[in-house]
């Protein structure tokens, strides 16, 4: 059975691009032909740039979002919820201060996992907004259970 594939081009920092930029028909997209193949078009089409360039093909009738990607984003915007829930509670004025949310094992926290308000220049610690961890999957659990706690 021939199906239609989405060819993108990939990055150097490994995103793809949001629209493809050929689409070929063929069986199978692992077979070493049907890459030989698409190399040999790309190249005829696009010039000898074309053979240096990255490449993800993706079967035309399947979703082309990359599921992982959708949940990892949703997961963020989450966990940054929690971050400014965290932060009001506080009562921190971080005006004119450029920060992040991150988890940290250091000096400033004993030398256990918490999740900190750092600076974004320089990863200076700002705040504890959480409480201290033995394990980075303690922290982990603990977040998750704050995005559901938040999610609700």
Excluded: H
Aim: net charge neutral.
């Amino acid at each position: 059975m021939s199906y239609n594939w989405n060819v993108y081009k990939l990055f150097s920092n490994g995103n793809r691009a949001k629209a493809p930029f050929a689409v070929v028909e063929g069986e199978d997209c692992e077979s070493e032909t049907f890459m030989s193949k698409v190399r040999k078009n790309l190249e005829e089409k696009f010039g000898a740039k074309a053979a240096l360039t990255k490449y993800k093909i993706m079967r035309a009738d399947l979703p082309q979002e990359e599921r992982a990607d959708v949940e990892k984003e949703k997961n963020l915007v989450l966990r940054n919820r929690v971050f400014s829930t965290k932060i009001s509670a506080l009562g921190l004025d971080l005006q004119n201060k450029r920060t992040t949310g991150a988890l940290v094992m250091s000096e400033n926290t004993n030398w256990k996992w918490q999740w900190c308000l750092l600076r974004m220049s320089s990863n200076e610690f700002i705040a504890a907004l959480s409480g201290e961890f033995d394990s980075a999957e303690e922290a982990m659990e603990w977040m998750t259970e704050e995005i559901a706690r938040i999610a609700k």
